[in-house]
Nanobody
Framework: QVQLVESGGRLVQTGGSLRLSCAAS????????MGWFRQAPGKEREFVAA????????SYADSVKGRFTISRDNAKNTVYLQMNSLEPEDTAVYYC?????????????????WGQGTQVTVSS
C-alpha cells in the first residue's frame, strides 16, 4: 500500500521560511517523479513544483520560482519543499504526489498517489 505523509506545515509570518517533508512508502521511490501541489480555500489545487527520479530536473510554478526549492533524498524515500520569503498568498494545504514515468507533469491528474496534506498559513 502506497503512503505519502507530509509534515512541516505551520503558522509563519510573512517573509519567513518553512521546509515541508513528504515521506513515501510502499513504492519504489527512486522510480517516481514527485510533485508538490497546494490548494487554498475556495480555489482549485495548483501545481507548485516537481522533481525527476534522480533530482536532476526540476520544474516550478512561476509564482514560487526563486523562492521555493524542491529536492529529494532517495535513500530516505523523502521529498522536500524548502519555502523562503513566504507571502500570505502562499497560505494553503500543501500536498505531495507521485507519478510513474519520466515527465514532470504540472497537472494534478498526472499524478497517481497523493498524501493527506499539511497546512501552511502565512500571516501578514
Amino acid at each position: 500500500q502506497v503512503q505519502l505523509v507530509e509534515s512541516g506545515g505551520r503558522l509563519v509570518q510573512t517573509g519567513g521560511s518553512l521546509r515541508l517533508s513528504c515521506a513515501a512508502s510502499g513504492l519504489t521511490f527512486s522510480s517516481y517523479v514527485m510533485g508538490w501541489f497546494r490548494q487554498a480555500p475556495g480555489k482549485e489545487r495548483e501545481f507548485v513544483a516537481a522533481i525527476s527520479w534522480s533530482g536532476g530536473r526540476t520544474s516550478y510554478a512561476d509564482s514560487v520560482k526563486g523562492r521555493f526549492t524542491i529536492s529529494r533524498d532517495n535513500a530516505k524515500n523523502t521529498v522536500y519543499l524548502q519555502m523562503n520569503s513566504l507571502e500570505p498568498e502562499d497560505t494553503a494545504v500543501y500536498y505531495c504526489a507521485a507519478r510513474a514515468g519520466a515527465a514532470l507533469s504540472i497537472t494534478a491528474t498526472g499524478y497517481t498517489y497523493w498524501g493527506q496534506g499539511t497546512q501552511v498559513t502565512v500571516s501578514s
